[in-house]
RNA sequence: GCUGGUGUGGCUCAAUGGCAGAGCAGCUCAUUCGUAAUGAGCAGGUUGUCAGUUCGAUUCUGACCACCAGCUCCA
């Protein structure tokens, strides 16, 4: 028979030949290397047998599902290291990951760091072992059986499910390991060459926090052992941006163990910047329409009974008082600004020529969070958003909608994070009504309308079931952080429940009264997990715009104090952050502190500087000074501010 | 909340069932210096907290608190 290549060529092959053979008859090379296949464009294992006239494409690790099947090679010979070394150690689950792969156990006892070193050991031995993966089917009974006799509960659960299905389930088996597993996989575990045990941590059998909690081992692999360095070398890299380190070093904020968890003190430096984005928010909200509120931190339970929270949301609340003593007043802090900034709306009546309202405010917000929850500046238990409500007409729905999306891409493009977030429509889970007000139809009807939007303007999401709002569907706005794990920077939800709920109204042009449409939206987030995520990303350095101290002027010499002091004099009447490191110390000490502590502009002045009236300017990054004069250099510099130039 | 790990001066880290040590930072003095660390000296600790074991605990045990990674939950 005649297979196709990509680049073209034909090649015949015999009769029942697979994707592996044909890898084989290419090439040892390529065998070798061959991961998976792509067979008239639909990815596969290399045991697909193979027709007359299919398109073959052999893939080897650069493709993703190719790096996929080698890493789940590797998750398989984890699992049988870990059977060997510990036979009462129950299978769940081991999938790959984006840059691994990880694999569930539930063993008698926690995995420890000595035994990941042995685990490693002994995959290492399975590797020079070069066990071949045959894949083979068992019908569900047999299937049972032999997890029956095996013990493994789990898998017999699994098994179940896919039984469900009615197709017969697949097995791979290496040596004396065999597991229940769709593939794709390698032929054999000798390919799989360089690999690295990252962590052993806990994690929910099905990830449900009512069942079990297994023990999870993460590890990744690469064909290269200089590719495997390569990555752990970027990942400690990564860390060390973490805004938890970094951002203690630089005294953006500090936590204090009296003062509880989640509680961060945001120091002189933190404090800046979200200062700077605050203002830099409000103003350009206010530029676009929104009308500032301040509204009250906390309020009586029954507020929190109309919208909805006290119902589904008393848990995450700090509750002041005996929330079920029906005699007392109850107040609890707020942990959203909707129902608050409602008021402000029902102030009044409303007509259809009041729409669209648009309310906005910086808004300190507070959620007890559990114990585990709290991470840096990124998870806190009080946070600052800027907040927003707009309440419009139908046909005003779709243009607002589209304009808060374009408000926070202006954000996220001016503080440098556009590139950098990824979009998720987050829709309700049908299947759990508990967590969710409103009927079916109500849901159906948010949804579709924020469909139609994203669709309209081309935005490329994926779906989070489950991931809404108990009151509407949510557009998250979600970034990663130097760990990888995704956070939601930015959100912005469309609600047709509430606005009953509270009877807010208004009268449209034919009489009648009807409710108006509620966006809940914040353009930049709020300030604790967006300073989190520009230290993170900037490591430390920030642009000129929001850098908390943005010029030093460092005197070479005593004699030269008085002119640096003139020119930070200067450079702070017209706006600048400015300091005099007027220090008894050498040029090059101060320089290194300076530097160490990320600061855009270094001006140096000696001698020559004091006599003409000029600064020897050094800029973050550049190894070069220049000489300038201070109006010079001051005039370039406020124009950077101004545009908010990132460098 | 769950699993595991960590906790020694402001920071980074040593050490030990028997007087807790270094570097950096800080302070003082000297040095007046041209683009990443001048020298000398001084001061700084109830070893996260509270119990327990012990003649004696910072070390061993327990509880709690905080921090870290992951799970679950969420902006």
Redesign the pocket.
Known sequence: MNVSLKNGDIIELAAGSSAADAAKALGAGLYKAACAARINGADCDLRTELKDGDALEILTFDDPYGAGAYRHTASHIMAQAVKRLFPEAKLAIGPKTDDGFYYDFDPE??F??DDLEKIEAEMKKIVKEDLPLERFTMSYEEAKAYYEEKGEIYKLELAAEHAGKGEALSFYKQGEFTELCAGPHLMSTGLVKAFKLT??????WR???KNR?L??I?GTAFPKAAQLEEFLAAREEAKKR?H??LG??LEFFT????I?????ILLPNGARVIQLLQRFVEDEEQKRGWLLTKTPYMAKRELYKISGHWDHYLD?MFVLGDPYDEEKECLALRPMTCPFQYQAYLNKARSYKDLPLRYNETST?F?N????????L????Q?T?SEGHLMCRPDQLEQEFKNCLELAIFMLKTVGLYDDVSYRF?QWDPDDRE?YIGTPEQWDEAQGIMKNILDDIGLEYKIGV??A?FYGP?L?IQIKNV?????????IQIDQMLAEKFGMEYTDSDGTKKNPYIIHR?SI??Y??TLALLIEKYAGAFPLWLAPEQVRVLP????HHDAAKAVADQLDAAGLRVTVDD???????K???A??KRIPY?L???????ADGTV?V?RRGS?E?A?KTVDEFLASALMDVAKKTIW
């Not at 220090?583 to 000490?589: F, V």
């Open positions: 006892k926690p420890t760091a962590s052993a941590t806990g994690a929910y990830g449900s926090e909690m023990q999870r993460y973490d938890n380190r203690r070093e936590t204090v163990d009296y509880g968890q989640g509680l961060p995450g917000l959620r969070e559990d114990s585990g929850e709290m991470h840096g990124i998870r806190v238990r946070f958003i987050s967590k489950g991931e709002a949510k998250d760990f990888g794990k995704e956070d939601t920077l930015i959100t914040t987030g709020c604790e997990r070479i010499a005593d004699r220090r008894s110390e050498k040029l090059g000490y320089l290194r502190e530097r160490n270094l140096v002045i000696g001698d020559n500087e004091a020897s050094r190894e000074s000489v």
